[in-house]
């Protein structure tokens, strides 16, 4: 009989998070006078001991054990086989995903959800703020505040606040205060009222509005918390990669294939980074990180440095970028809607590490319904993207005729997202597609910028 599940005991897992930064050149953040950012003007938006671990060039970090206690609530995640769907494609590929739906948000945020809270409250802090897309991020982060008893204040991405409404009812059942964004309660959000009003909303927009929040907190005592993008971000995610790892050496297994979805990055470096790490040291894998063909970062845009936010509030970050002032069409796989990629992720495709794969929503849809028919659960939006180029790929080792390993990141469950469902079975959900037009505008607003030189590490 073959093995469906891989299992570790929470006595197995990992220890320490993996740092890319040890292995990669990278270009530095700048401040909006084009100089390397110093460390001390991070400080009214994060916690110090965050910001020593956003610039560490160390490979390897000790997790907190306060943090693998929290984390222990669901982790070691499942290793599946996806046996089922293997049969229904007729593929010789043998394909595996790592179960990230099973946290008490139902997706892989809480993997940094619970370490930042830690580290904010080991620094004094009592109120957290922060901004969500889908909701995913904004639950996570509720949940993780909840455990170590702080304040969590969620600007919600206004498309989604509207289409997933019981996203804001988990993140109140945790304690967190949940607006939808642009809001009144910021300059950021007004302002982008006052130039649309009827605005759907960006992801910048609500970094925008949630960093403004923060740092205008008299009492010094609130900071920003980031789901996504960020080095610290992609660091807590490797416990994803690094479980798989440990899972399938148990059953005499490794990839051939890497996949996730890639919004901000860090589900897709959660799993990927650490298979990174082999391939830097000569080990021959594909790796994919896979977006909407409505928001084609990777795919379309350039390298350029540009702003994490709408206001630009952040610093300028190496990034492929489609302008901070992009706002994304409405489709229902809100997390990954952002307009910039992880400055790693990024500097990973310029090195030729890894390859990036963009896919319509109606072609997600198609394979997220396959694997709900086969394996059962239903997926996410987001993690329905990783799906599309897993079923490619699996119909490509068909045609060839190769037994291929394929893994990939399941993100998150899609039992909030019914109603995206609904309009995808009534015939109601549609493509979107982003003119060159659309995208040299969208580029416009960089043009001034610095420009980052494409380093390589080796």
């Not at 179960?99 to 959800?113: I, L, M, Q, R």
């Not at 605005?199 to 740092?215: D, K, N, Q, R």
């Not at 080095?231 to 297994?253: D, P, S």
Request: glycine fraction near 8%; proline fraction near 8%.
């Amino acid at each position: 009989m073959n093995v469906r599940k891989v299992f570790l005991t929470e006595n197995e897992i990992p220890r320490k998070w993996y740092n890319i930064l040890a292995d990669i050149k990278m270009n530095p953040p700048l401040d909006s006078n084009g100089k390397p950012i110093k460390l001390e003007d991070l400080a009214p938006v994060f916690p110090m001991n965050l910001i020593e671990q956003e610039v560490s060039t160390r490979r390897w970090i000790d997790i907190p054990e306060d943090v693998l206690k929290v984390l222990c609530i669901w982790r070691p995640s499942p290793l599946v086989r996806a046996l089922s769907l293997e049969k229904a494609l007729g593929t010789p590929a043998r394909i595996y995903f790592k179960n990230e739906s099973v946290s008490p948000p139902g997706s892989h945020k809480p993997n940094t959800a619970v370490p930042q809270a830690y580290y904010n409250k080991v620094f004094g802090i009592k109120r957290m703020t922060t901004e969500t897309g889908a909701g995913q991020w904004g639950s996570a982060l509720s949940f993780a505040c909840c455990q170590f008893g702080i304040e969590c204040k969620v600007f919600m991405v206004r498309v989604s606040f509207d289409q997933k409404p019981y996203r804001k009812s988990m993140m109140e059942a945790w304690g967190g205060k949940c607006i939808a964004s642009p809001s009144t309660e910021t300059k950021a959000g007004r302002d982008a009222l006052a130039k649309n009003p009827d605005t759907p909303g960006s992801l910048g927009i609500a970094i925008s509005e949630a960093i403004e929040a923060a740092v205008s907190d008299k009492t010094g005592k609130s900071r920003y918390s980031l789901g996504s993008v960020l080095n610290h971000v992609m660091l807590h995610q490797t416990i994803i990669g690094l479980e798989a790892k440990k899972q399938l050496k148990k059953i005499g297994e490794y990839p051939d294939i890497i996949i996730g979805c890639a919004g901000g990055g860090s589900n897709f470096a959660g799993l990927a980074f650490p298979f990174v790490y082999d391939k830097i040291n000569g080990r021959e894998i594909d790796i994919y990180p896979v977006e909407p063909a409505a928001c084609p970062t990777l795919t379309r845009s350039p390298f350029v440095y540009d702003y994490g936010d709408t206001a630009g509030y952040t610093p300028l970050l190496p990034m492929y970028s489609l302008g901070h002032e992009f706002v994304p069409p409405p489709l229902h796989a809100g997390g990954l809607r952002y307009h910039g990629m992880a400055p790693t992720v990024s500097q990973l495709v310029i090195e030729g590490m890894i390859e990036p794969k963009a896919v319509t929503q109606l072609a997600s849809y198609e394979a997220g319904v396959l694997l709900a028919r086969t394996e059962g659960i239903i997926p996410a939006p987001e993690t329905n993207h990783a799906l599309a180029c897993v079923v490619d790929q699996a119909r490509k080792a068909k045609e060839e005729g190769k037994e291929k390993v394929i893994l990939f990141s399941w993100s998150g469950h899609g039992l909030l997202d019914l109603g995206a469902y609904d309009r995808y079975f009534s015939g109601n959900l549609k493509d979107y597609a982003l003119s060159e037009e659309e995208i040299l505008k969208s580029e416009k607003v960089f043009e001034s910028y610095p420009k980052p030189k494409r380093l390589k590490s080796r």
